[in-house]
T-cell receptor
Framework: GAVVSQHPSWVICKSGTSVKIECRSLDFQATTMFWYRQFPKQSLMLMATSNEGSKATYEQGVEKDKFLINHASLTLSTLTVTSAHPEDSSFYIC???????????FGQGTRLTVV | GESVGLHLPTLSVQEGDNSIINCAYSNSASDYFIWYKQESGKGPQFIIDIRSNMDKRQGQRVTVLLNKTVKHLSLQIAATQPGDSAVYFCAENVGTGRRALTFGSGTRLQVQP
């Protein structure tokens, strides 16, 4: 199946700094990518939909100025957590779907710990 | 808002037994459903999917059943193995226009040797 690669797989940063997470579709073009956040023992919650060449669409309650999304090419979307705080510590997962409405492919996730 | 939910948060089975994981969804407009397996510290892994024009689909050791009348989805795993231990999520696609998936709350499957 298609491969979605996410980097880094884990990161520890100091409170107040920014962290960038990359999501790449390795063998297909993804016009749309999705960013999810998952807290321990909870489900995946959609944060935003990343559209290539246009602004991301954020879910209600997600601060667009804090979670910056850039989707500059058909194979790369980035999520930047700005001015990170300990409450931003979570597991961030990206997803991509190819053409049509088939299955969504997920990255391996990024464990963010803000200290 | 509408959501996808699960009946059982944890399911413990003996190795070799069959497992059934259930999921209730509330959005009648959902037309595509996927079951994912998530191991600790990893992203979701696709297991099997089904479209709303079907009521059953089989894969290798897994079967998904869809009952649109009661808005219920189930995942059956035959001859459960220790490697099947993980959290299982159902996810739904509400239809055209919105391509993001909505995830259920998850069920942890524990396989006892």
């Amino acid at each position: 199946g298609a491969v979605v690669s996410q980097h880094p797989s884990w990161v520890i940063c100091k409170s107040g700094t920014s962290v960038k997470i990359e999501c790449r579709s390795l063998d297909f073009q993804a016009t749309t990518m999705f960013w999810y956040r998952q807290f321990p023992k909870q489900s995946l919650m959609l944060m935003a939909t990343s559209n290539e060449g246009s602004k991301a669409t954020y879910e209600q309650g997600v601060e667009k100025d804090k979670f910056l999304i850039n989707h500059a090419s058909l194979t790369l979307s980035t999520l930047t957590v700005t001015s990170a705080h300990p409450e931003d510590s979570s597991f961030y997962i990206c997803s991509a779907r190819g053409v049509g409405e088939g299955e969504a492919f997920f990255g391996q996730g990024t464990r963010l710990t803000v200290v | 808002g509408e959501s996808v939910g699960l009946h059982l948060p944890t399911l413990s089975v003996q190795e070799g037994d069959n497992s059934i994981i259930n999921c209730a969804y509330s959005n009648s407009a959902s037309d595509y459903f996927i079951w994912y397996k998530q191991e600790s510290g990893k992203g979701p892994q696709f297991i099997i999917d089904i479209r709303s024009n079907m009521d059953k689909r089989q894969g290798q050791r897994v079967t998904v059943l869809l009952n649109k009348t009661v808005k219920h989805l189930s995942l059956q795993i035959a001859a459960t193995q220790p490697g099947d231990s993980a959290v299982y999520f159902c996810a739904e696609n509400v239809g055209t226009g919105r391509r993001a998936l909505t995830f259920g709350s998850g069920t942890r499957l524990q396989v006892q040797p």
